[in-house]
Structure formats: C-alpha cells, structure tokens
C-alpha cells in the first residue's frame, strides 16, 4: 500500500504561483507513475499531468500546458506540480494519486492522497 500526503497549497493571485508536492510511502517509488488532479466545486475531478516512474515521460491536460511542470525526486519519494501564471480557474482541491502506468483516467489510480486547496483570486 502506498499512503500519499499532498502540501503546498494556499490563496495566490491571478498570475502568482505556487508549488504542490506530494509524498509517497513506501520503497518502490519509482515502479509508479504519479498523476494530479484537481476538483473544482460541483464539478468532476479532472485529470492535470501525469509522470512517469522513472521521470521520463510527462502529459498534461490541455487547459495547463506551458503554465504547470510535473516533476518527481525519486531519491525523496516526492513529486511535484509547479503551477505558474495561475488563473481563477485553475482554483479546486488538487489530489496526486499513482498508477503503474501513466494515463490520464481516474480510475485508473489506485492510491490518493487527501488533497490540498488552491484558490486563486481574481
């Protein structure tokens, strides 16, 4: 079992930044692709980006591409999503969970991590 603690969140204006991490349990790490979500209010959770275990492949969801940069540390077990240029709508509780292969489904995660809030003020 993996047990995965995401911090980082927080309030930041249109066009600030912030960075998200999540920390994994467990000494297989790298055998796991790491993904983050998000989920606004009433709406789905909705698929962000995705990396591969050993870091070597990235997606990312159209709506944050050239603004978010998903990275991993294996030697720490702690992932990343650098989140820049930050808009009121990226605003929802943001979730990294893992998979053993990278790809964009909920379902497809196995681990979740308890979520962090990012709201961005206009």
């Known amino acids: 079992q993996v047990q995965l603690i995401e911090s980082g969140g927080g309030l930041v204006q249109a066009g600030g930044s912030l960075r998200l991490s999540c920390a994994a349990s467990?000494?297989?790490?790298?055998?796991?692709?790491m993904g983050w979500f998000r989920q606004a209010p009433g709406k789905e959770r909705e698929f962000v980006a995705a990396?591969?275990?050993?870091?070597?492949?990235?997606d990312y969801a159209d709506s944050v591409k050239g603004r978010f940069t998903i990275s991993r540390n294996n030697a720490k077990n702690t992932a990343y999503l650098q989140m820049n240029s930050l808009k009121p709508e990226d605003t929802a509780v943001y979730y990294c969970?893992?998979?053993?292969?990278?790809?964009?489904?909920?379902?497809?995660?196995?681990?979740w991590g308890q979520g962090t809030q990012v709201t961005v003020s206009s």
């Open positions: 467990g000494r297989t790490f790298s055998k796991y692709a």
């Open positions: 990396v591969s275990g050993l870091g070597l492949s990235t």
């Open positions: 969970a893992v998979s053993l292969r990278i790809h964009r489904m909920v379902s497809g995660y196995d681990y």
